[in-house]
């Protein structure tokens, strides 16, 4: 830590945390919109319909997870590399023109919503394609924007000290920026758009951010538990052989039904079956770090950062190992593709692998801008953490339950029509499951009031010796 | 100094990584070059020739459309204008399509391309699924064309595509459900092209997704 002395890129990095946070309550207020209109459908009908309520939740996720990871990097650029970011000004100049895109794309999802079926709707509205409906136009803005963040990481890399979380960050941030493009383009074939479609979606939070998860979870067990930097960086090549070994190619499962060759039923199947194999070793190794430092008598440096890493690594084993591995043979998916499964993995699965650890990460930050030397737990970030954690769980419990019920009743008795859809979406069951993830919705949202709440005032609330900077031998 | 094992190199593992990730894209970039040819749109020639494509020319618009169990792939598949003896698309029986049955390639591929802009611009993928994927809030589209209520609708409407269209220009008016589709302001034009789509659509061939559609008849309600 440098104090209250920050690198110019780590007053970068605290500008785009803060925006995500910001995006993350927009994510957690539409999608709790959404919830309620599954259970009383004139919710706000012909205002803010659902597909509009949908687009914000997942567009607002997807947006927020990206701020913090460039964030996350920005904060350990210049730590990692010893020296201060190259091209500075030019990273603080595409923040802004981020950051204005954001809200001019936003402001026309909730207030333009649909235009007529031409190109420059796909130009100036919405491309109509999920996760990326960004239209065209603000791609472009992306690029441009991405470029600049690359030649920041890459210019100061090359400057400074290359170490192995950098090296990785490198290679993983060219695959993620360059895998974007695959999204960039219009076809009448829905099939072919599907496959591109899925290049960015599946290599994105499969693959690529899986990797960038494993550099900075090494980069916090670092500066968390002072762990062996040559022990962390071993793990994490390991790590990015075992993911981009199962990841690339597990984005077969998407290939399954969307007008794709049958080859993928066994490439998708035997590789998405390997996908949930780094993500324990990713478990084990934070605990078996946590285990030796504790029994050598440390203390752990940041506990909320160390609190949010250890949730990361359950809620990624559960939500995208355990969650994904349940529907992903394509025996399975037959009846449980394009139901509510997805959604199900899908929440456990964003929330385990990537809010967690990116809160970890910001945690960090909030350590570093204050100086302290070492940062507590809060009853408040307990109280977050617990809210946050155990409501996203039960939601995706609640959201099992009435997949169940679709599975059965629409695609197992009713083969699929639409009178089975209803059906299944009347059933008493499936309405269950939708009531309890509202509910376990508002316990998130609570979670979310303390996580802001603690972020802005856990550094005045530590004990004195925190401020002093004492380290004391916990009892072995 | 006491020799490294090769386990515990960082050196062994950053190789390994590299080399499994490069192994790995390769495959994947060979593998996309094969899908690719194998899911190009088929054209108005390979109809005439009967020759099955994976996503048939737009001009299957004119034909019959159906989806039968094929025992040769153990699974349903879509059949274009009549079925061969041994289960293949005969390509011969056409279907009147707002009144025609004999759309050119270019007109059916304006259509389609059309419909897809229409599909696109109105968001249908963060309610519905297409092929399965997008939102869950309302019902897959995959096989929409040759779903069972659009049947009983048909006759009242003078064909299933005038009641589909219908019913995309002002859904709440024809609302079927509680949880009822806004009006999107599509156009009458607009919802042609979409339902031309939706028929293309239903011919794409999806490995059998969904399982026995519309297949099964008198199911009970669950506790309800």
């Known amino acids: 830590m440098h104090g209250n002395r920050l690198y110019e890129g780590q007053k970068l990095a605290l500008k785009y945390f803060f925006v995500a946070m910001v995006l993350f309550g927009a994510q957690l207020l539409f999608g709790l919109l959404a919830a309620i209109q599954f259970l009383y459908p004139d919710f706000l009908f012909g205002v803010l319909d659902f597909s509009i309520n949908r687009i914000v939740h997942i567009n607002a996720l997807v947006v927020w997870l990206l701020y913090a990871m460039i964030g996350a990097v920005y904060w350990l650029l210049p730590d990692e590399a010893g020296r201060e970011v190259v091209g500075i000004k030019l990273g603080n100049l595409a923040f802004y023109v981020l950051t204005a895109a954001v809200a001019v794309v936003v402001l026309v999802y909730l207030f333009v919503q649909v235009g007529p079926g031409k190109e420059s709707t796909i130009w100036f509205i919405t491309e109509g394609r999920e996760y990326i409906e ?43 920026a360059g895998l974007y493009l695959a999204g960039m383009f219009y076809t009448d074939n829905i099939a072919v758009d599907q496959y591109w479609w899925w290049w960015v979606i599946h290599l994105w939070v499969e693959a690529t951010w899986e990797v960038y998860v494993a550099a900075v979870g090494g980069y916090i067990l670092i500066k968390t538990l002072n762990a062996n930097r040559k022990v962390v960086e071993m793990w994490l090549w390991i790590e990015v052989a075992m993911m981009f070994g199962s990841g690339i190619l597990g984005l077969g499962h998407h290939y399954f039904w969307i007008g794709t060759p049958e080859y993928w039923w066994e490439i998708g199947a035997l590789f998405s079956a390997l996908e949930p194999v780094p993500l324990v070793g990713l478990f084990v190794h934070v605990l078996y770090d946590w285990g030796k430092h504790s029994g050598q008598g440390h203390k752990i440096i940041n506990v909320p950062a160390f609190a949010w890493l250890t949730v990361e690594t359950f809620g990624n084993f559960l939500g995208a190992g355990v969650w994904g591995f349940m529907h992903t ?63 996203m769980l039960f939601m995706t419990v609640a959201l099992t339950a009435s997949a169940y019920v679709q599975t059965m009743v629409e695609r197992g008795m009713y083969g699929a029509t639409w009178q089975g859809y209803f059906a299944a979406q009347a059933n008493r069951w499936f309405l269950e499951g939708m009531g309890w993830r509202l509910a376990m919705g508002v316990v998130v949202i609570a979670g979310y009031v303390l996580l802001i709440y603690d972020m802005l005032t856990c550094t005045k609330k530590q004990p004195a010796e925190a401020y002093e900077g004492e380290v004391a031998a916990a009892a072995a | 100094m006491a020799k490294v094992s090769v386990w515990s190199s960082n050196r062994f593992w950053r190789r390994s990584a590299t080399w499994v990730t490069g192994v790995s894209a390769v495959l994947l970039i060979l593998l996309t070059f094969d899908s690719m040819a194998q899911m190009q749109m088929g054209t108005a020639k390979d109809i005439k020739n009967k020759v099955d494509k994976r996503i048939p020319s737009p001009v299957v618009i004119n034909y019959k459309i159906e989806y039968k169990m094929s025992r040769k792939r153990g699974h349903e598949v879509p059949i274009i204008g009549g079925m061969s003896p041994d289960g293949k698309s005969l390509y011969q029986v056409k279907e009147k399509f707002f009144g025609r049955d004999d759309y050119t390639e270019a007109e059916a591929r304006a259509l389609i391309h059309k419909g897809k802009l229409t599909i696109q611009a109105k968001n249908c993928m963060d309610c519905h699924t297409l092929l399965g994927n997008g939102a869950y809030y309302a019902p897959d589209l995959t096989k929409a064309w040759l779903d069972p209520t659009w049947e009983t609708l048909a006759p009242a409407y003078g064909g299933k595509e005038y009641a589909i269209a219908t019913f995309l220009q002002n859904p709440p008016a024809m609302a079927m459900h509680e949880r009822k589709m806004p009006n999107l302001g599509i156009t009458k034009d607009e919802a042609k092209a979409v339902v031309a789509y939706l028929k293309f659509m239903s011919a794409i061939d999806t490995n059998g997704f969904p399982r026995n559609f519309g297949k099964i008849k008198g199911a009970v309600d669950a506790w309800k």
């Open chain 1, 134 to 176: 960004a239209p065209r136009w603000a791609d472009i803005g992306i690029v441009a924007v991405v470029l600049i963040f690359l030649y920041n990481v890459y210019a100061t890399t090359m400057s400074g000290r290359r170490t192995g979380i950098l090296s990785v960050l490198m290679a993983d941030l060219i695959a993620l």
């Open chain 1, 329 to 391: 043979l394509p025996q399975i998916n037959l009846y449980t593709h394009g139901t509510q499964w997805a959604a199900a993995h899908g929440h456990l699965a964003f929330f385990g692998a990537y809010v967690t650890i990116l809160i970890g990460a910001i945690y960090l930050a909030i350590q570093g801008k204050a100086g302290l030397k070492e940062l507590k737990m809060t009853k408040a970030g307990w109280w977050a953490i617990v809210l946050i954690t155990a409501g």
